[in-house]
């Protein structure tokens, strides 16, 4: 669930949103990002070289199980839209949604997406 907020009439997205479905990596409620960190995120995702890109065939099963397998390396990664062009504004958030992220930002043919990882994972234990 996404939550909208009005400030300002401006209409300004939280980017909270449950990631408790099964399948997915971690099946906690993601915490919602201040805009500090956004803007943390998108300088970093300027920086980034598309990892995945979305061919002729779309979204399937096998690019999300390539995308979960790049998110256990790292947190933010760069989606490009190599085809399915003129429907990316509808695939990037469905891209963040089923793949428990959040979507920073889309600008072009490209999307950024987020997924902080476990505290678990994170944080190695020291002896």
């Known amino acids: 669930m996404e939550v909208d907020l009005k ?3 401006r209409i300004q ?4 949103f449950l990631c408790s479905r099964p399948g997915l990596p971690h099946n ?3 915490i919602p990002l201040t805009n500090a960190k956004i803007r943390e995120l998108k300088a ?4 980034l070289k598309p990892a ?3 061919g002729k065939e779309g979204l399937t ?11 256990r ?5 760069k989606v490009k839209f190599a085809d399915h062009k003129e429907e990316k504004k ?9 793949s428990g992220s959040h979507l920073i930002m889309r600008v072009g043919n490209v999307a950024v997406l987020y997924r902080p990882k476990p505290e678990a994972e994170a944080a190695p234990a020291t002896s």
């Open 90 to 98: 509808t695939l990037a958030p469905q891209l963040a949604d089923q």
């Open 7 to 9: 400030i300002a009439g």
């Open 73 to 77: 390396r790292q947190e933010l990664l």
């Open 13 to 16: 997205s939280t980017g909270f």
């Open 52 to 54: 995945l890109k979305v």
């Open 28 to 30: 906690a409620a993601m």
């Open 44 to 47: 970093r995702g300027q920086l």
């Open 61 to 71: 099963p096998q690019f999300f199980a390539e995308l979960a397998v790049m998110f």
